[in-house]
C-alpha cells in the first residue's frame, strides 16, 4: 500500500504541521514516510502545501506529478491540484475556503465543514485536526491511536495537556465529513 | 535518545544531529535559507553542555569559513553549513584550505541562482562545489546525498575522507534534501577526539610545541615558484589517488536498461519514480547516482556508454554534470540533459516526457 496525498491552503492554517503528524503517525506504525514541504518566504497567508507519502515499500520520489488524495483548503490550491488527482482519486475540500467546488466526475469528492466546524466549537486552532479526521475517516492510511501517539511525540509537553481537544477535533472531523 | 532510535526529521535537523554524534569539535555559521534549521538545531541541543562541541552564530559566511579555517589548523574536526549565496562568499577561505591542506566539511544546501536567487531547491552550485569555486587548481571531495538517512551519514563520511587526505570535504545537497523529512536512524555516539589523540592522528596540526618539536607552519603561501610547483604537484597526486580510492555510486534498474539517467541528490529520487513509470510504458531504462560527484564516477560511466543507447544527465540546474557525463562517454552515445531552474523541481511524468523527446 502506498498512499500520495498532498494537502494544500494557506500558510497559517496548519498545512504542514498536519502533514507532519500523519507522517509522524505513519512513522509509528513502521511505515515509509516523506513529507516535502513547498512553501514561500511568507509565515502566514502566503500558499503552503505538503506532499506526504505513506508507503509499506521504500519512498522513491518526494515530488509527484499526482496524488491518490488531495486534501484543498483554499481555492487556489483547489484550481491547482483538482487536475492532478489520479482517476479514482480523492478530493476533501473545506466548505469554507472553496467558493466553486471542484467538478471532476471520474474522482471522489468529499466536503468538510472543518472552519466552521472549529469556529462552532470555539477550537479555531484544531481546524487542521478537523479535516485530517476527515481523511482518516474515509481512506484510513493511519490509526487514529497513532495519531494521538504522533501528538504526544512531536508537541512539547507544555501542550500535552491540549492532546484530547485535538481529539475531540479528529472525531468531529470523521463525523462531518461529506461526500458529495 | 537511543542510539537505534529511528525518528522523523528533516535533513538540515540530521545534520546537526549527526555532527554531535561524529565527535564534531566546532561548528561556525550564519543563517540563511533553505539550511537554517542545522544552526537552529545545534542552538537548541546545546551540545557545548554535553559533548563540549562549540557552537557559533558569526557574523557573517566570510567569518565563519575563516573560524573554521583557524579551527582546522589545530587538527580540529570543524564544519560550516550554508546555502548557495553564502558559500559563494566562503569560496576565498575555501581555496586557502585547499591550499593548506585542511580537513574541514562545509555543507551547501542549494537554492536556485544566480545572485540572491530563490530560496527553493536547485542543483545549481555542482560547477562551484565540483570544479573549483575559489581559485587555483584545487578539488574538494564532494559527496550528494539523496536521503535524509544519507544526511545523517555523510557528515561522519565526509570528515574521515578530509582527514584521510588533509582536503576539505563538501556536502552537496539541495533545499529538497535539506527541507524534507523522513525516516532516519542516527549514527552511534563517538566522543571527541582527546588533545593526546588529535596530535598523534594530525602530526601536521599547529597542537602546541611539545617536547620543542619542530614547528609546523600552516600557510597556502609560497612565494618561491619552483617550491609552488611542487606544492601543486603534491596536491594534484594526492587528488589522483583520491580518484582511484574514493569513488561511490548507486546503481538502481541498470542491468537490461537501454538508456540511463544519471542523477545525483534529490533528482536521483525523481529519477527512480520516473523509471518506474518509464517501465510500466515498456522503456528498458535505469538509474546511475554518483554519490561523489568529485571524484565524479568516470569509469562506471564510461562503461554505461557500452551498454545503453543514451544517457539522460537529469540534474535540477541548467546542465552542468552533464559536461563530466560528456567527458566519460567519449562521444560514444547521446548525452542529454533535463533539468528546471529558478527553484523548480521537476516531476516524475515531465522526466519521462523529457526521455521519449530527447532520444
Known sequence: ????????????????????????????????????????????????NVTVIVSDAPVSSPILSNYDTAIV??????????????????????????????????????????MDAAAEMNLIKTF???????????????????????????LPERHHHLIPKNEEAIRKGMEIIVKQ | ???????????????????????????????????????????AEKPWETTGMVVLQAESEVSSINMVYGGAC?????????????????????????GAELPALIVNVMRGGPGLGTIQPSQSDYFQACKGGGHGDYHLIVLAPASVQEMADFVDLAFTLAFRYRNPAMILADGAIGQ???????????????????????????????????????????????EMEIINNRIQDKYRKIEESEVRYEEFMLEDAEYAIVAFGSAARIAKK?????????IKVGLLRPITLWPFPVKEVCKLAGQVKGILSLEINAGQMVEDIRLAVEGRIPVRHFGRLGGIIPDPDEVVDALKRLF
Open chain 2, 180 to 226: 524534507m523529512m523522513e525516516k532516519v536512524v542516527l549514527p552511534p555516539f563517538k566522543p571527541r577526539r582527546t588533545e593526546e589523540e588529535i596530535i598523534k592522528e594530525c602530526p601536521w596540526a599547529t597542537t602546541g610545541r611539545v617536547g620543542m618539536r619542530k614547528p609546523n607552519i600552516i600557510t597556502s603561501l609560497e612565494l618561491r615558484s619552483e
Open chain 2, 274 to 282: 520516473s523509471i518506474e513509470v518509464a517501465r510500466a510504458q515498456g
Open chain 1, 128 to 154: 487542521n485536526m478537523i479535516v485530517l479526521g476527515g481523511l482518516l475517516k474515509i481512506h484510513p492510511v493511519v490509526q487514529i491511536e497513532s495519531v494521538l501517539a504522533a501528538l504526544r511525540k512531536t
Open chain 1, 73 to 114: 483548503l483554499n481555492q487556489p490550491s483547489l484550481e491547482k491540484f483538482e487536475p492532478k488527482v489520479k482517476p479514482g482519486g480523492t478530493i476533501i475540500y473545506d466548505g469554507y475556503g472553496i467558493n466553486e467546488p471542484p467538478t471532476r466526475k471520474d474522482i471522489e469528492i468529499y466536503r468538510i465543514d472543518a
Open chain 2, 1 to 43: 535518545m537511543a542510539d537505534q532510535e529511528i525518528t522523523l526529521m528533516k535533513g538540515n535537523e540530521a545534520i546537526a544531529h549527526a555532527a554531535i554524534r561524529c565527535g564534531c569539535d566546532g561548528y561556525f555559521g550564519y543563517p540563511i535559507t533553505p539550511q537554517s534549521e542545522v544552526l537552529e538545531t545545534l542552538a
Open chain 1, 1 to 48: 500500500m502506498t498512499e500520495e496525498i498532498i494537502i494544500a491552503g494557506f500558510g497559517g492554517q496548519g498545512v504542514l504541521s498536519m502533514g507532519k503528524i500523519l507522517a509522524y503517525a505513519g512513522l509509528m506504525e513502521g511505515k515509509e514516510v516523506t513529507w516535502m514541504p513547498a512553501y514561500g518566504p511568507e509565515q502566514r497567508g502566503g500558499t503552503a
Open chain 2, 74 to 98: 589545530t587538527g580540529k574536526k570543524v564544519m560550516t553549513s550554508s546555502s548557495s549565496p553564502g558559500v559563494s562568499l566562503m569560496q576565498e577561505g575555501i581555496s586557502y584550505m585547499a
